[in-house]
């Protein structure tokens, strides 16, 4: 079955040093997510790429984050700096209208900021 | 806007009772709703989903779940719960008026199964 691969699945950083996180979506999926879940909580979509573009990054500190899709396949999300408040796991997910729109998540990354 | 609540921080049941974990949404249009559940250090796995058609909808690990339409609610429910069910789940809807683009998760209820 095919899965969202996301790297690293644990980080430990400093504050205000930079951290990226990847995603290799599901084969063929054009709609790529990446949420922020923190402890506890439901999770947030942070930035919603359809195949290279960006469609909704409204929730996304873009003063600290950024996140791409060069070649609409793969993405990055960056932050820099990093501040302890950023602790938090990190999924990414995609969809297809093949799939019926749902999305499947990966297994996410978690952050860790010291 | 769309909203999604899940009334319930926690649910707890003993094993092979039947469960329900409630979920009630708001959208301007019709909805597509979800359910999703999340293990420990895990991502969310997909359980099931409604788009249209028959109200009871029957998805992964012997859940289903039921649209009511009036009552605005997709309550998750399974007739014989077990140990194994315990776990993060979440109720999520995408507004199929608004383009469709944006999924609203729940913020989570908690299923306590015990032994």
């Known amino acids: 079955e095919a899965e969202v691969a996301q790297s690293p699945r644990y980080k430990i950083t400093e504050k205000s040093q930079a951290v990226a996180f990847w995603c290799d979506p599901i084969s063929g999926h054009a709609t790529l997510y990446w949420y922020r879940q923190i402890l506890g909580q439901g999770p947030e979509l942070l930035v919603q790429f359809q195949d290279e573009s960006v469609v909704d990054d409204s929730q996304l500190p873009k003063d600290r984050f950024s996140a791409e899709r060069l070649k609409g396949v793969d993405s990055t999300l960056k932050i820099q700096p990093a501040e302890l408040g950023d602790s938090a796991m990190y999924l990414c997910a995609s969809s297809s209208p093949r799939s019926g729109n749902t999305i499947y998540f990966g297994e996410g990354s978690w952050l860790t900021v010291v | 806007a769309q909203s999604v609540a899940q009334p319930e921080d926690q649910v707890n049941v003993a094993e092979g009772n039947p469960l329900t974990v409630k979920c009630t949404y708001s959208?301007?249009?019709?909805?597509?709703l979800f359910w999703y559940v999340q293990y420990p250090n895990r991502g969310l796995q997909f359980l099931l989903k409604?788009?249209?058609?028959?109200?009871l909808v029957k998805g992964s690990y012997g859940f289903e779940a039921e649209f009511n339409k009036s009552q605005t609610s997709f309550h998750l429910k399974k007739p014989s719960a077990l140990v194994s069910d315990s776990a993060l789940y979440f109720c999520a809807v995408r507004d199929l008026n608004t383009g469709g683009f944006k999924t609203i998760f729940g913020a989570g209820t908690r299923l306590f199964v015990k032994a």
């Open positions: 409604y788009i249209t058609g028959d109200n």
């Open positions: 959208v301007s249009g019709n909805p597509y």
